[in-house]
């Protein structure tokens, strides 16, 4: 029974951090910023696609500088 516990915590975490936690934490955070933005009653759409486009490039560039 733990070993089956153990397996689908383990699935969880390979799939929400996967290859690169920072990218995962810059999900978390623009998440966060994200709902105290809409919150707050200002205009909550930008976060999202800020960080993933920022992100995304981070990670593919310091992978492309990992393979030189």
């Keep these: 029974?733990?070993?089956a516990i153990l397996l689908f915590?383990?699935?969880w975490?390979?799939?929400i951090?996967?290859?690169d936690w920072r990218v995962a934490a810059a999900v978390l955070?623009?998440?966060?910023?994200?709902?105290v933005l809409a919150r707050a009653g200002?205009?909550?759409?930008w976060p999202l696609p800020l960080?993933?486009?920022l992100f995304?490039?981070?990670?593919?560039f310091s992978l492309a500088r990992r393979r030189d």
């Design 51 to 53: 960080a993933v486009t």
């Design 9 to 11: 915590f383990r699935f």
């Design 17 to 19: 951090i996967g290859d």
């Design 29 to 35: 955070v623009s998440l966060a910023l994200t709902a």
């Design 56 to 60: 995304l490039g981070v990670s593919v």
């Design 1 to 3: 029974m733990t070993a």
């Design 42 to 45: 200002l205009s909550a759409w």
């Design 13 to 15: 975490y390979d799939f």
